[in-house]
């Protein structure tokens, strides 16, 4: 999974690259982007298997163990890779490969939460890039309550996998919490906003960095489910996308 994901995702990204010139002149020859085109073209699809409810689709580590006796996953959990990092399998992306994430986390979160997990596991970006508010609050805050033991700095916590300080465990709530907030179109073209957030819970105030150096400040009010927002440039706005939750948009 890790590597055909990742493949995925960055091919086409640089094929669209490629197909831009700068000064009149192509970026790449035509001989490397014919390569990265037949590659694409061989990839095989993201590794799946009928295992989730009612016989569903889920993602797997591979299609088969190598060598044969190995065992498919670990603690690392590989095949959640098409969420994060490479963002396949997203709520902003949508379509099929949306369901079989969802599918992927269901089966993955009995008991509850093993998914998402502690320090460097990014199960806690996972259920955020995929639209799943509960289980995305339920585990910022289940992140953020982390007691900091012997620790003297909160931002440090004890090891849980490797070594202390750990700071991957916050940095990774940090993320997620970016996540359920806005995330972004793979071709950059889309900022979709509240994707994740809680929203008859939660009021927010935020100012975070899109790309195309946009910048997106605003506040989001629970109780009256009003968003307000200054996108900068002006030109942006028309990008953005208002998730659900907000019932009355305004731009400052």
Not at 58 to 66: I, K, Q
Not at 74 to 90: I, N, V
Request: contains cysteine.
């Amino acid at each position: 999974m890790p590597w055909v994901a990742g493949l995925h995702a960055v091919l086409p990204r640089l094929i669209r690259a490629a197909n831009a010139t700068t000064g009149g002149q192509p970026r790449v020859s035509p001989a490397q982007l014919a390569k990265w085109q037949a590659l694409l073209a061989a990839l095989p699809p993201l590794p799946t298997a009928g295992k989730g409810s009612e016989g569903a689709e889920m993602f797997t580590a591979a299609r088969e163990p190598y060598p044969p006796h190995a065992v498919l996953g670990g603690s690392e959990q590989p095949m959640m890779y098409a969420m994060h990092p490479y963002r396949l399998a997203t709520v902003m992306e949508g379509g099929p490969l949306l369901q079989v994430g969802k599918e992927t986390i269901g089966a993955n979160a009995r008991p509850p939460m093993v998914s998402i997990g502690d320090g460097w596991h990014q199960g806690v970006m996972n259920v955020a890039l995929l639209g799943l508010r509960d289980l995305a609050a339920e585990a910022v805050l289940g992140h953020a309550a982390t007691p900091v033991g012997q620790m003297r700095f909160p931002a440090y916590l004890p090891s849980m996998q490797d070594f202390r300080p750990n700071e991957d465990h916050l940095s990774n709530m940090r993320s997620a919490l970016q996540y359920m907030l806005l995330q972004h179109s793979n071709t950059n073209a889309s900022l979709g906003l509240l994707p994740a957030w809680p929203c008859a819970n939660w009021s927010v105030a935020f100012k975070l960095h899109a790309p195309g150096r946009t910048t997106i400040e605003g506040s989001y009010n629970h109780t009256t489910a009003a968003l307000s927002l200054d996108v900068r440039p002006a030109t942006r706005r028309a990008d953005v996308v208002v998730m659900g939750c907000a019932k009355h948009v305004a731009f400052l």
